[in-house]
């Protein structure tokens, strides 16, 4: 199967700037999360869609923003960015296996805020 | 408030010994733990995984520890290798996996040593 793809892999922004970041996951595979990754603050959760359904969320101003569409797909949006968005933003999918779920990682969006 | 800690920022280690990595959590909750390797700009590996109603879990070269009184897990790489040397994320999660997310440290840098 494929792997967890992500696009763009490398984005600059300016401050003040939107950004929105997709994510297809594994085939089969219904739950994307979104980890934001700092050097400072390690991986982060933003929140987990299912089912078209935010079913989780972590610590992050309404500024971050996701949707999920009806294959599955993720969008990761940003507004107002701040230069301390500046991070590698990660998408993760499920598989589901014994009831306990093992997540796969994409290979991340680098987003740089100037 | 760090729910799982990994106290030692880097590891070196010679190539063909043991490298033990470690990892201490918090929350009494957290029933299903798992261990992930990354590489500079590449999203986290899954490596291997433990339920908490076990206390070893063994794949190949890589055997995780669990010892739920001390809320403390071990990574044991037998023998190391050279391209062993990542940072490695210990991971952790309450009830359903994924459900609320995962809890990672902030990593371990591994260097192997020819």
Redesign the interface.
């Known amino acids: 199967k494929a792997g967890v793809t992500q696009t763009p892999r490398y984005l600059i922004k300016t401050r003040g700037q939107q950004v929105t970041l997709s994510c297809s996951p594994i085939s089969g595979h219904r739950s994307v999360s979104w980890y934001q990754q700092t050097p400072g603050q390690g991986l982060q959760f933003l929140f987990e869609y299912f089912s078209e359904t935010q079913r989780n969320k972590g610590n992050f101003p309404g500024r971050f923003s996701g949707r999920q569409f009806s294959n599955s797909r993720s969008e990761m949006n940003v507004s107002t960015l701040e230069l301390g968005d500046s991070a590698l933003y990660l998408c993760a999918s499920s598989s589901r296996d014994r009831g306990r779920e093992t997540q796969y990682f994409g290979p991340g969006t680098r987003l740089l805020v100037l | 408030d760090q729910q799982v800690k990994q106290n030692s920022p880097s590891l070196s280690v010679q190539e063909g010994r043991i490298s033990i990595l470690n990892c201490d959590y918090t929350n009494s909750m957290f029933d299903?733990f798992?261990w992930?390797k990354k590489y500079p700009?590449?999203?986290?590996?899954?490596l291997i995984?433990i339920?908490s109603i076990k206390d070893k879990n063994e794949d190949g070269r890589f055997t995780v520890f669990l010892n739920k009184s001390a809320k403390h897990l071990s990574l044991h790489i037998v023998p190391s290798q050279p391209g062993d040397s990542a940072v490695y994320?210990c991971?952790a999660?309450a009830v359903?996996?994924?459900?609320?997310?995962?809890?990672?440290?902030?990593?371990t840098h591994l260097i192997i040593q020819p």
């Open positions: 299903y798992l992930y700009a590449e999203g986290p590996t899954f995984s339920s994320f991971a999660s359903r996996g994924g459900a609320d997310g995962l809890t990672f440290g902030k990593g």
